[in-house]
């Protein structure tokens, strides 16, 4: 039986660099898949959409489908660069019927990224025979499973072709196209895995940034009452987006790329939930 190997592209640089180097060196038949959640920054979708007309990947774009009444996972809907939601919609329907998600309650990633990619390749009979390829770098080694062997998820960019950030960055400095943004506004814009320092800088910037999860809060927040005797909101410290615009209000060190201070000295304003450049979809 010939192999396959299932490439989460997440949108990021470190990912797109993986599936270019996958195309080009694994002996297998290749899926290349990106989960949108509908809350990408623009320039992440023509990416993608780059990456994959260029490349010659083939990408198959899915979004989660929500089944509201039922106990049942959500599966996934086949779109486009030009069909994608890009106000909110997957993840909208997910809050919907689970709640706002945050540190206590992390099904955004598990609902959003990984069942409908499971659906995915279960419709296409991949699912239980595949591979994952999952792009963390060397520099990111903290971040592998334990149980990645058993789950058939595998690391290139640390098992192959060992690449840190700086390298990567590096190789799309030579290419004739790039993504266009800073770490800061990758994944979900305002995704709560960001540090503290991240989110208010971005909302000092443009508090608009936070409209999605503020209306999230307020029009579904009062569905985690039930479980916690408190609304939800989703940032660490049982913060709303309100908060986190207020708190952007208040003197403090914007963040800055690779900023020798702040990599050098710890502050909370730093503590991230693992939110990085990219996404990751690991079982």
């Known amino acids: 039986m010939r192999r396959k190997v299932c490439v989460s592209f997440s949108g990021g640089r470190t990912s797109a ?3 270019y180097w996958a195309k080009h060196n694994i002996d297998a038949d290749l899926c290349f898949i990106f989960a949108n959640t509908g809350c990408e920054h623009e320039k992440t979708l023509e990416f993608v959409d780059r990456c994959d007309k260029e490349g010659d990947l083939g990408v198959v774009w899915v979004e989660a489908s929500v089944h509201h009444g039922q106990r049942k996972a959500s599966t996934h809907t086949e779109v486009s660069f030009d069909t994608a939601s890009r106000q909110g919609g997957p993840f909208e329907a997910v809050i919907s019927k689970y709640g706002v998600p945050n540190q206590k309650w992390p099904h955004c990633t598990r609902e959003l990224k990984l069942n409908p990619i499971k659906s995915y390749l279960k419709e296409r009979g991949w699912w239980g025979e595949h591979e994952m390829a999952v792009g963390i770098r060397i520099d990111e080694i903290d971040r592998m499973q334990a149980d990645a062997k058993a789950k058939r998820i595998f690391y290139p960019l640390i098992s192959h072709v060992p690449m840190t950030k700086d390298q990567v960055a590096e190789w799309w400095s030579r290419q004739n196209f790039d993504l266009g943004l ?11 895995k ?6 208010m800088t971005l909302a000092q910037d443009d508090p608009s940034i936070f409209d999605f999860p ?13 479980k916690t005797g408190k609304m939800a909101t989703f940032f660490r410290l049982n913060r709303s987006a309100q908060d986190i615009i207020a708190s ?3 003197p403090f060190e914007r963040w800055q790329e690779n900023s020798p201070i702040q990599n050098a000295l710890f502050s909370e ?5 693992g939110c990085s450049e990219s996404c990751e979809v690991e079982w």
Do not use: T
């Open 269 to 273: 304003l730093d503590l991230a939930g």
């Open 214 to 226: 503020d209306r999230m809060e307020r029009q579904y927040g009062h569905k985690s009452l039930e």
């Open 17 to 19: 660099f993986m599936a």
């Open 182 to 192: 800073p770490p800061i506004l990758g994944n979900c814009v305002w995704c709560w």
């Open 194 to 199: 960001k540090s503290d320092r991240k989110l």
């Open 248 to 250: 952007s209000k208040e």
